[in-house]
C-alpha cells in the first residue's frame, strides 16, 4: 500500500519519501546527507529516484550529496542550471516517466522559481500520490483518483494581515507568499473541487510558521475531506 513519509517540511529544510513496499521514492533534498542518511536509517542509497520540485535550497540543498551517492535525480533543465548540477534525468511540464516500478507525472508549479515542478506518483497497482510544495495554487485535476494528497498548505490570508498590521512580516514578504504560496482557502477550494472517490489521508505541507494555524487548519480540511488529515 502506498505511504508517504514527510521527514521535514517548512522553510528550513523539505525531505519526504513515498513508498509501496517495493521500492522508494524521495520527494525533494533539502538536507545535507549525513542528516538524510540519518532520518533515513542508513537506507538513503536504496531509494529508486529523487524528484526535485525546484532550485530553493530548503527543496534541493542535498542534491549535489544524493548524486555524489549515485542517486538518480530528476529535474527540469531549469533547475539543473540553478543547481550547477550535471548527470541529472531531465523530467519538464507536462511530461511522463517511469522510475522503476513507478510512473511520474510532472506538471508545472506557480512559484518564483523557473521550472518549478510538482509530481503525481503511481504505483503498479494503481495507487496515486499528488506532490504539490511552492506554489500559488493547482488545479484540482491533479488530484482527481489520488489516495494521498500531499499539499502545501502555508499560510491564512487573515493571520498575513495581521502579523503585516502589527509588523511581523513585511509588506514586501506579504506580496511574496501571496504570489508563491498556496493559502488554506486555496487548499480547500480544491479539495472540495477534486475527485475524492479514492482519497485516504490529505497531508498538509509547509505552513507558515508566523501566519498558519495547524490545528484550525486541520480540522476545516477534514470537514471537507471525511478522511484522516495530517499536518507535516
Excluded at 542528516?35 to 532550485?55: I, M, N, R, W
Excluded at 494503481?126 to 493547482?138: F, K, S
Aim: glycine share 8%.
Amino acid at each position: 500500500m502506498l505511504s508517504f513519509t514527510p521527514y521535514r517540511s517548512g522553510s528550513d529544510a523539505n525531505l519526504n519519501t513515498v513508498d509501496d513496499g517495493k521500492s522508494t521514492l524521495m520527494l525533494d533534498c533539502g538536507l545535507r546527507w549525513p542528516k538524510v542518511s540519518q532520518l533515513l536509517k542508513g537506507k538513503a542509497t536504496e531509494v529508486e529516484g529523487v524528484l526535485v520540485t525546484h532550485s530553493h535550497g530548503d527543496h534541493s540543498r542535498g542534491v549535489k550529496d544524493a548524486l555524489h551517492h549515485g542517486l538518480d535525480c530528476w529535474m527540469s533543465i531549469e533547475t539543473a542550471k540553478a543547481l550547477s548540477v550535471e548527470g541529472i534525468h531531465r523530467i519538464e511540464d507536462g511530461e511522463r516517466h517511469h522510475i522503476g516500478t513507478w510512473t511520474i507525472d510532472a506538471f508545472a508549479t506557480v512559484h518564483d522559481c523557473p521550472g518549478s515542478l510538482g509530481f503525481v506518483v503511481t504505483n503498479q497497482q494503481g495507487e496515486r500520490l499528488l506532490y504539490a510544495t511552492d506554489t500559488q495554487y493547482l488545479s484540482p485535476r491533479w488530484g482527481d483518483g489520488c489516495a494521498i494528497l500531499a499539499l502545501e498548505a502555508n499560510y491564512s490570508l487573515q493571520k498575513l494581515r495581521e502579523n503585516v498590521q502589527n509588523g511581523n512580516v513585511e509588506r514586501l514578504q506579504k506580496h511574496r507568499v501571496l504570489w508563491n504560496h498556496q493559502s488554506i482557502d486555496t487548499v480547500l477550494k480544491f479539495l472540495e473541487k477534486t475527485d475524492r472517490s479514492r482519497l485516504r489521508e490529505v497531508v498538509l505541507l509547509h505552513l507558515s510558521s508566523e501566519n498558519s494555524d495547524e490545528v484550525a487548519f486541520k480540522r476545516r480540511a477534514a470537514e471537507i475531506v471525511g478522511v484522516p488529515v495530517r499536518v507535516a
